[in-house]
């Protein structure tokens, strides 16, 4: 069975520093990997995805993540942050049968940015 | 309307009650999703279908009956809840096929068991 670890479950950062969020997961097999972001009162929205090719992937608002299999990890960050990146983030592992469809979450870090 | 729409977005039912959550997608997709967020537990797959046919139960309780009637709509019937089962109800849909990986996620039904 996958499962996904966030490792920090909130993170304080001040406005225009960079920003780092941690994600490990566990799997046998090889998956396929998410950042979602959610706001508060909205769903999620996707960030980015890690499908296969280059590990370094770029996603919205400049966020990126970078892939690292002997580390099982999808950390995912940003280099300078704005007050509108407040919000919850989720990471997400799926295996690669079936398109994705069986996603497993951590259990979210919510970043807050102070000015 | 545009993306994945759910009404309620927020609803109080007592144990005894019987109520539905609705979801719709505009998007054209195949295949639609139920998770549950509750506080302090990570977001939880509930239930998925692809071309109206349920796929997986997560080991859902019987108290929750999803309905989907089309690929466009998607329900889940409650009934005799527990107070335990207040939550976020999210609905996603999401194309399945080769390439296309992405949920698109509603913005849930907030749900209340007195």
């Known amino acids: 069975a996958q499962s996904v670890t966030q490792l920090d479950s909130q993170v304080p950062v001040f406005e225009e520093a960079p920003v780092e969020l941690r994600c490990n997961y566990s799997?046998?097999?090889?998956?396929?990997l998410f950042w979602y972001v959610q706001y508060p009162n909205q769903g999620l929205q996707l960030l980015l995805k890690y499908l296969s090719g280059s590990t370094l992937v770029k996603g919205i608002n400049g966020f990126e993540a970078e892939f690292n299999k002997s580390q099982t990890s999808f950390h995912l960050r940003k280099p300078s942050v704005h007050i509108s990146d407040t919000a919850e983030y989720f990471c997400a592992v799926s295996d690669r049968e079936g398109g994705a469809q069986k996603l497993v979450f951590g259990q979210g870090t919510r970043l807050t940015i102070n000015p | 309307e545009t993306g994945v729409t759910q009404t309620p977005r927020h609803l109080v039912m007592g144990m005894t009650n019987k109520k539905s959550l609705k979801c719709e997608q505009h998007l054209g997709h195949n295949a639609m999703y139920w998770y549950k967020q509750s506080a302090k537990k990570p977001l939880e797959l509930m239930f998925v279908y692809n071309f109206k046919e349920q796929t997986e139960n997560n080991s859902v309780p019987s108290r929750f009956s999803p309905e989907c009637p089309n690929s466009s709509h998607l329900f889940l019937h409650l009934h005799t809840l527990q107070p335990e089962d207040s939550a976020l109800y999210l609905c996603?849909?999401?194309?399945?096929?080769?390439?296309?990986?992405?949920?698109?996620f509603g913005p849930g039904t907030r749900l209340t068991v007195t």
């Open positions: 799997s046998s097999v090889s998956v396929y």
């Open positions: 996603a849909s999401s194309q399945v096929r080769q390439g296309i990986y992405e949920q698109y």
